[in-house]
C-alpha cells in the first residue's frame, strides 16, 4: 500500500477528532454535558457513513467504462443505514447504544466495500492506507460512545 496524498491524509485523520472530543466529554465531562456529547457521538458517524456512501458513488462515476453494478448498491447503502438508526430516536425508542452500535460495525464493515474498490482497481493505490485507520478508528470509537451510553 502507497501513502495518501498529504493533504487528504492530515485531513482525513482530523475527521477522528470531533468523535474522539465527544466520547471524552462522555466519558470525563461533567454530567451536563452527556446527552450533548451523546447526541454528537450519533450524528457524526452517521454522517460519516453517509459521506462514505457518496465517495463511493464518486469512484463509480469517474469510471469511462460501465462500473460494477455491485457499487451503486453499496454507494446507497450507508445512507439508508444512518438513516434507520434516527428512526428510534425519532420516535422514543431503544436509542441511542443499538443506533450506536449498528453506526460502528457498519463503519468497520465498509472496509470491505473499500477494499474491494481497491482490489478491483476503481480506488486509488493509497485508499487503503488512509480508509483502514479512519474506519476502525470511527467505527471503534463509536462502539466505545455506545459502550458509555
Known amino acids: 500500500m502507497s501513502r495518501p496524498p498529504a493533504l487528504p491524509g492530515t485531513l482525513g485523520y482530523a475527521g477522528l477528532l470531533p468523535q474522539a472530543a465527544a466520547v471524552a466529554a462522555m466519558a470525563f465531562g461533567p454530567a451536563a454535558w452527556h446527552f450533548s456529547a451523546l447526541s454528537l457521538a450519533y450524528a ?4 460519516i457513513l453517509s459521506f462514505l456512501g457518496g465517495l463511493w458513488w464518486g469512484l463509480a462515476a469517474r469510471q469511462t467504462s460501465a462500473p460494477p453494478a455491485w457499487i451503486w448498491l453499496a454507494a446507497i447503502a450507508p445512507s439508508l443505514i444512518a438513516l434507520a438508526t434516527a428512526v428510534p430516536w425519532a420516535i422514543g425508542a431503544g436509542w441511542p447504544v443499538p443506533s450506536l452500535l449498528l453506526l460502528g460495525l457498519s463503519l468497520l464493515a465498509s472496509l470491505l466495500v ?14 487503503m492506507s488512509l480508509r483502514t485507520p479512519l474506519s476502525a478508528g470511527l467505527g ?4 466505545v460512545a455506545a459502550a458509555i451510553a
Open 44 to 47: 457524526y458517524p452517521a454522517l
Open 140 to 143: 471503534l470509537l463509536t462502539l
Open 114 to 127: 473499500d477494499h474491494r474498490l481497491t482490489a478491483q482497481g476503481l480506488a486509488p493505490a493509497w485508499w
